[in-house]
C-alpha cells in the first residue's frame, strides 16, 4: 500500500535561518507531488507541485523553493526564513491518471513556526 | 471569483443529530471532481468522499453522504448520526480537468464542526 512521510512535525527556526522540509512516498511510482501551506484557522494554500523529476512549478512568489531530485522525493526549501513563513505545511501526492476519483493523500504535516 | 465556497465558518451539531455542511463550486468544465477532507486538531488531513460530475448517484462513506446538485453547483456534506469525534475542520475541495497534467486540488476555506454531548 502506499504511504507518505513528512518530516519533521514540528520546527522552531529563527527568522533569517535556512529551512528544509522533506517528503518521501512509497509504494508508488511517477505520483505527482504538492506542496500546501495552511496558516493558522484559514484554507491550504498551494505552494508548488511537480509532476515529475526535476520539474516543479510555483503557484505562488515567495522566498521558498522546491526540488524534487527523486521520483518520490520532495523538499521544501528555503534560504532564509521569514516570520511570514510560519504556518502548517502539508505534503501531498495523487495519482497521474485522469478519472482518478481519490484526490490526494497528505502527509501528518509540519508546524512551522518562524521565531 | 472564489472556486470553491463554504459559507459557514462554524457550525454546532447536537450528538447523534445529522448535520449539513455546505459547498458550492465554480467552473466552466464538464468533468470534474469534488472531495470532502475532514481534519482535527492534530492537523492531518482525511480524506472523506468523492464526488465525480458525471456520477449520477450521489455518494456516500457510512456515515458520510455528499449532496450533489449538478444545476445548482453545489456539492452538501452530510453527516448522519453525528459523534463527538467529528469534531474537527472540514474542507470542500474540486480537482478539474483543466487544471493540467498536475490536477491540482483547489480547497475552500473550510467549516470547523463542533459536536456537543
Known amino acids: 500500500s502506499q504511504t507518505i512521510h513528512q518530516w519533521p512535525a514540528t520546527l522552531v527556526q529563527p527568522v533569517g535561518s535556512p529551512l528544509s522540509l522533506e517528503c518521501t512516498v512509497e509504494?508508488?511510482?511517477?505520483?505527482?507531488l504538492y506542496w500546501y501551506r495552511q496558516a493558522a484557522g484559514r484554507g491550504l494554500q498551494l505552494l508548488f507541485y511537480?509532476?515529475?523529476?526535476?520539474?516543479i512549478s510555483s503557484e505562488v512568489p515567495q522566498n521558498l523553493s522546491a526540488s524534487r531530485p527523486q521520483d518520490r522525493q520532495f523538499i521544501l526549501s528555503s534560504k532564509k526564513l521569514l516570520l511570514s513563513d510560519s504556518g502548517f505545511y502539508l505534503c501531498?501526492?495523487?495519482?497521474?491518471?485522469?478519472?482518478?476519483?481519490?484526490?490526494?493523500?497528505f502527509g501528518s504535516g509540519t508546524r512551522l513556526t518562524v521565531v | 471569483a472564489q472556486k470553491i465556497t463554504q459559507t459557514q465558518p462554524g457550525m454546532f451539531v447536537q450528538e447523534k443529530e445529522a448535520v449539513t455542511l455546505d459547498c458550492t463550486y465554480d467552473t466552466s468544465d464538464q468533468s470534474y471532481g469534488l472531495f470532502w477532507y475532514k481534519q482535527p486538531s492534530s492537523g492531518e488531513m482525511i480524506f472523506l468522499i468523492y464526488q465525480g460530475s458525471y456520477d449520477e448517484q450521489n455518494a456516500t462513506e457510512g456515515r458520510y453522504s455528499l449532496n450533489f446538485q449538478k444545476a445548482r453547483k453545489s456539492a452538501n456534506l452530510v453527516i448522519s448520526a453525528s459523534q463527538l469525534g467529528d469534531s474537527a475542520m472540514y474542507f470542500c475541495?474540486?480537482?478539474?480537468?483543466?487544471?493540467?497534467?498536475?490536477?491540482?486540488?483547489?480547497f475552500g476555506s473550510g467549516t470547523q464542526l463542533t459536536v456537543l454531548p
Open positions: 501531498a501526492w495523487s495519482l497521474t491518471v485522469m478519472g482518478q476519483g481519490y484526490g490526494y493523500t
Open positions: 475541495a474540486m480537482r478539474e480537468a483543466t487544471s493540467g497534467s498536475a490536477r491540482q486540488l483547489t
Open positions: 511537480s509532476v515529475g523529476i526535476g520539474q
Open positions: 509504494g508508488t511510482s511517477n505520483p505527482n
